[in-house]
T-cell receptor, first 115, second 113 residues
Framework: ETGVTQTPRHLVMGMTNKKSLKCEQHLGHNAMYWYKQSAKKPLELMFVYNFKEQTENNSVPSRFSPECPNSSHLFLHLHTLQPEDSALYLC??????????????FGSGTRLTVV | DQQVKQNSPSLSVQEGRISILNCDYTNSMFDYFLWYKKYPAEGPTFLISISSIKDKNEDGRFTVFLNKSAKHLSLHIVPSQPGDSAVYFCAAISETSGSRLTFGEGTQLTVNP
């Protein structure tokens, strides 16, 4: 399988639940990103990992906890979320952090609903 | 402070006609601009880009124009096809700001047969 794969595609969780989103890339890229897309808003960068090291945390609340065990895998651990956290969460990868001439390769996203 | 703005949330055109999607930015340090296309239930995919040293880049039916003095760029699709119906995101990048890729809100393009 090639490209960037995200699981699950859809997730409904209660505010007291703990869940994790998974992202996997088979492109040999060294940088991975989490983005949040809310309705009628720009894609918001959440976290950046470059060679497994977190290089950016864009003031994301601590109820979102990323993990990057290797350059191919990225997780987003979720706990005690709020209804306003409901959104499409997109994972992306690139050859190196940011300065990639053709931008990023995105996954299809996880549609998260917090009830 | 939204640095990249797409003021038209939606655009509807007839098949065969030209689609023009617009994007404005405020950060003069942006030096590279990209357009992404997103179908429902899929992630955005890269479409076309332009460096700030150019004012036009063409790839098949897609052309991006950059007007640095106006801090404005546009994506032209001609002729438009029903398969072009998607959300189009404008994005900008600047090495001096940590090379963060900053997106606009997106414009939903609908091409009617």
């Amino acid at each position: 399988e090639t490209g960037v794969t995200q699981t699950p595609r859809h997730l409904v969780m209660g505010m007291t639940n703990k869940k994790s989103l998974k992202c996997e890339q088979h492109l040999g890229h060294n940088a991975m990103y989490w983005y949040k897309q809310s309705a009628k808003k720009p894609l918001e960068l959440m976290f950046v990992y470059n060679f497994k090291e977190q290089t950016e945390n864009n003031s994301v609340p601590s109820r979102f906890s990323p993990e990057c065990p290797n350059s191919s895998h990225l997780f987003l651990h979720l706990h005690t979320l709020q209804p306003e956290d409901s959104a499409l969460y997109l994972c992306a990868s690139s050859q190196r952090a940011f300065r990639d001439a053709f931008g990023y390769t995105f996954g299809s996203g996880t549609r998260l609903t917090v009830v | 402070d939204q640095q990249v703005k797409q003021n038209s949330p939606s655009l509807s055109v007839q098949e065969g006609r030209i689609s023009i999607l617009n994007c404005d930015y405020t950060n003069s340090m942006f030096d590279y601009f990209l357009w992404y296309k997103k179908y429902p239930a899929e992630g955005p995919t890269f479409l076309i880009s332009i460096s700030s040293i150019k004012d036009k880049n063409e790839d098949g039916r897609f052309t991006v124009f950059l007007n640095k003095s106006a801090k404005h760029l546009s994506l032209h699709i001609v002729p438009s096809q029903p398969g072009d119906s998607a959300v189009y995101f404008c994005a900008a990048i600047s090495e001096t700001s940590g090379s963060r890729l900053t997106f606009g809100e997106g414009t939903q393009l609908t091409v009617n047969p």
